[in-house]
């Protein structure tokens, strides 16, 4: 796509239509399901949605890897004391996904699965079917998590589990 044409998909990207597709009750769902997930296991996994990129991301030609890699660090994923948090994060204006892992629970998983994971996730969102789809990959991290960092007992909750819309 074009620089002119992704300018005027973000310029004109609506929030209303990012909020229709996560309701207050979507977000408690995806918000129940980290914290439940996140009582296996000792990892941490976030979930953040924007809507659009603002016009200087834009002018930088920032890409929606670019722009997960910067809110995986604003948000402090990064910050957990195995290195085992997860993000996934959706640029609706450029239908658009990643899923961001920390480098401990990146190595164990491989590259492979984290490609596995999004082409899944990838068939329920093309077909606008965001709950599923999120839920779907916060499921997969489970697994992964699960199989390599399972929890002994309850440990500590490093990070929010609420979901975010920016």
């Known amino acids: 796509m074009n ?3 992704r300018l005027l998909q973000h310029l004109f990207a609506s929030s209303d239509f990012t909020k229709k597709h996560f309701s207050q009750d979507v977000l408690m769902r995806i918000e129940q399901a980290i914290a439940k997930s996140e ?3 000792s990892g941490q ?3 953040i ?3 659009s990129l ?3 991301a834009l002018y930088h030609r920032q890409s929606s890897r670019e722009r997960a890699i910067e809110i995986f660090s604003l948000f402090q994923v990064w910050d957990t004391a195995e290195n085992n948090g997860v993000l996934i994060y959706l640029l609706m ?3 658009d996904f990643e899923i961001i892992a920390d480098r401990n629970i990146h190595e ?3 590259q492979e699965y984290w490609v596995t994971v999004c082409k899944e996730m990838e068939v329920l969102l093309k077909n606008q079917q965001f709950e599923e789809g999120v839920l779907l990959g916060i499921q997969r991290i489970h697994e ?3 199989q390599h960092y399972p929890a002994e007992v309850i440990t500590p909750n490093e990070l929010p589990d609420q979901p975010i819309i920016i």
Do not use: C, Q
């Open 39 to 41: 009582i296996s296991h």
């Open 54 to 56: 603002s016009p200087m």
């Open 3 to 5: 620089y002119f044409s």
């Open 45 to 47: 996994i976030r979930f």
């Open 93 to 95: 204006a450029d239908h």
């Open 144 to 146: 992964v998590l699960r």
């Open 49 to 51: 949605v924007e809507t």
């Open 108 to 110: 164990k998983a491989g």
